[in-house]
C-alpha cells in the first residue's frame, strides 16, 4: 500500500476515534455534576451552613472564577476519553493489525485481554481505598482550623490514585510479556522475589497515606500474590520452551554442553600394506632400476 494510502488510513481511523470521544464527552457535560459528586463522594463533607472544625469534614469549593469551566470540561474530557476507550483503542488496532504476524496478534489479544480487568480492578481498588486515605489527611487539620478544599485538587488527587493502582496491577502482566518474549527468565524473576515484596509494601505506604496498615496490604497484597502468579506462569514457560529447545536458554555467546562419553569402537577393517620403499612405490620392473643410484642413472 502507497505511503499516501496509509496517512489517508490513519486519518481517517482517527477521526472516528475523535469522533467517539467528542460524542461522549458531550453527554458527560450534561451528567457533569452528577459525576463530580460521584468523584468527591470519597471526602466527608460538613453539614450545610458550617464549615467544620478540625479534621472532621471539609467544604469542596471553587477557588477561582474560571474553575467551576475549567472543571467541569476537565472532568467531561476524561470521561469521553476512559469511556470512548474501545473505540479509538480498535481504531489503533485496526490500523497496526495489518503489519503484525499471526503470532504477534495471538499475543496482542492476549495482552489486551488481561491488561483491562487488571487495570479496572486496580482503579475499583483505588476508588474503595479512597475515603480511608481522604480521612486521614484530614484528620491532620490542626484544631480551630477549617478544612477548604478545591474541587480541581480533589478531582486531580482522586484520577491520579486510580491511575497509579490500575498502573501497579499491570506489573505481573508487563513481567509476563517479557518471559514470554525471552528478556527475562521464572528462575531469575524468582531470585527478585525480596526486593520486589520490600518495594511493593515501601510503594504501598507512599501511595497510602493512612496510619493503619490497612490501605498498604490492600495494594501490596494483590501485587505481591499477582507477582508471584507471574513466576509461576514464567517457570512453566520455561520449562515448555527448555523442552521443545533444550539450547533455548543460553546466552548468544554460550556454549552448548557437549557429550563427551565415550562410544564403544567398531570391528577392526582389515587394510592392505603399503609399498613403502621408493622403488616398489614406482613399480619399475628389477632390471630397469639396476643401473640407478640414489634415484639418478647411473651411466659410467
Same mark, same amino acid.
Given at each position: 500500500?502507497?505511503? &499516501?494510502?496509509?496517512?489517508?488510513?490513519l486519518r481517517?481511523?482517527?477521526?472516528?476515534?475523535?469522533?467517539a470521544v467528542?460524542?461522549?464527552? &458531550?453527554v458527560?457535560?450534561?451528567?457533569s455534576?452528577?459525576?463530580m459528586?460521584?468523584?468527591? +463522594?470519597?471526602?466527608?463533607?460538613?453539614?450545610?451552613g458550617?464549615?467544620?472544625?478540625?479534621g472532621?469534614c471539609?467544604?469542596v469549593?471553587?477557588?477561582?472564577?474560571i *474553575?467551576p469551566?475549567? %472543571? %467541569?470540561?476537565q472532568?467531561?474530557?476524561?470521561?469521553g476519553?476512559?469511556?470512548?476507550?474501545?473505540v479509538?483503542?480498535?481504531?489503533?488496532?485496526?490500523?497496526?493489525?495489518?503489519?503484525l504476524? +499471526?503470532?504477534? !496478534? +495471538?499475543?496482542t489479544?492476549?495482552?489486551?485481554?488481561a $491488561?483491562?480487568?487488571?487495570?479496572?480492578? #486496580? *482503579? @475499583?481498588?483505588? @476508588?474503595?481505598?479512597l475515603?480511608?486515605?481522604? !480521612?486521614v489527611?484530614i484528620?491532620?487539620?490542626?484544631g480551630g482550623s $477549617?478544612?477548604?478544599?478545591?474541587?480541581?485538587?480533589?478531582?486531580?488527587?482522586?484520577l491520579?490514585?486510580?491511575?497509579?493502582?490500575g498502573? $501497579?496491577?499491570?506489573?505481573?502482566?508487563?513481567?509476563?510479556?517479557l518471559?514470554?518474549?525471552?528478556?527475562?527468565?521464572?528462575?531469575?524473576m524468582?531470585?527478585?522475589?525480596?526486593g520486589v515484596?520490600?518495594?511493593?509494601f515501601?510503594?504501598?505506604a507512599?501511595i497510602t497515606p493512612?496510619?493503619?496498615?490497612?490501605?498498604?496490604?490492600a495494594?501490596?497484597g494483590p501485587?505481591? &500474590?499477582? @507477582?508471584?502468579?507471574?513466576?509461576?506462569?514464567?517457570l512453566?514457560?520455561d520449562?515448555r520452551? +527448555?523442552?521443545?529447545?533444550?539450547?533455548?536458554e543460553?546466552?548468544d555467546?554460550?556454549a552448548?554442553?557437549?557429550?563427551?562419553?565415550?562410544e564403544?569402537? #567398531?570391528? &577392526?577393517?582389515?587394510?592392505?600394506?603399503?609399498?613403502?620403499l621408493?622403488?616398489?612405490?614406482t613399480g619399475?620392473p628389477? #632390471?630397469?632400476?639396476?643401473?640407478?643410484?640414489i634415484? @639418478?642413472?647411473?651411466?659410467?
Amino acid at each position: 500500500m502507497p505511503l &499516501v494510502e496509509h496517512l489517508r488510513e490513519l486519518r481517517n481511523r482517527m477521526a472516528k476515534g475523535l469522533l467517539a470521544v467528542a460524542a461522549v464527552t &458531550v453527554v458527560a457535560l450534561v451528567y457533569s455534576e452528577d459525576l463530580m459528586q460521584f468523584l468527591t +463522594k470519597s471526602v466527608p463533607k460538613c453539614a450545610q451552613g458550617t464549615m467544620g472544625d478540625g479534621g472532621n469534614c471539609a467544604v469542596v469549593s471553587f477557588n477561582t472564577l474560571i *474553575a467551576p469551566f475549567s %472543571t %467541569t470540561i476537565q472532568v467531561s474530557l476524561v470521561t469521553g476519553l476512559v469511556v470512548a476507550s474501545p473505540v479509538w483503542l480498535y481504531q489503533l488496532w485496526a490500523f497496526i493489525a495489518p503489519g503484525l504476524h +499471526k503470532s504477534e !496478534k +495471538k499475543y496482542t489479544y492476549a495482552f489486551v485481554g488481561a $491488561a483491562v480487568p487488571l487495570f479496572a480492578a #486496580g *482503579a @475499583y481498588l483505588a @476508588y474503595l481505598i479512597l475515603p480511608i486515605s481522604v !480521612k486521614v489527611l484530614i484528620s491532620l487539620t490542626p484544631g480551630g482550623s $477549617a478544612n477548604i478544599l478545591s474541587l480541581g485538587d480533589v478531582l486531580d488527587f482522586t484520577l491520579r490514585m486510580v491511575l497509579v493502582f490500575g498502573l $501497579a496491577f499491570e506489573l505481573p502482566l508487563v513481567l509476563v510479556m517479557l518471559n514470554i518474549t525471552g528478556v527475562l527468565t521464572g528462575r531469575r524473576m524468582a531470585g527478585w522475589w525480596r526486593g520486589v515484596i520490600m518495594g511493593v509494601f515501601v510503594f504501598g505506604a507512599i501511595i497510602t497515606p493512612t496510619t493503619d496498615p490497612i490501605g498498604m496490604l490492600a495494594l501490596a497484597g494483590p501485587i505481591t &500474590v499477582l @507477582y508471584f502468579a507471574a513466576v509461576g506462569f514464567s517457570l512453566l514457560n520455561d520449562r515448555r520452551r +527448555k523442552r521443545n529447545n533444550p539450547d533455548a536458554e543460553l546466552a548468544d555467546d554460550e556454549a552448548s554442553s557437549l557429550d563427551l562419553t565415550p562410544e564403544a569402537v #567398531g570391528a &577392526v577393517e582389515p587394510v592392505g600394506a603399503s609399498r613403502a620403499l621408493p622403488e616398489q612405490a614406482t613399480g619399475e620392473p628389477d #632390471g630397469a632400476r639396476a643401473h640407478r643410484q640414489i634415484g @639418478y642413472d647411473d651411466i659410467t
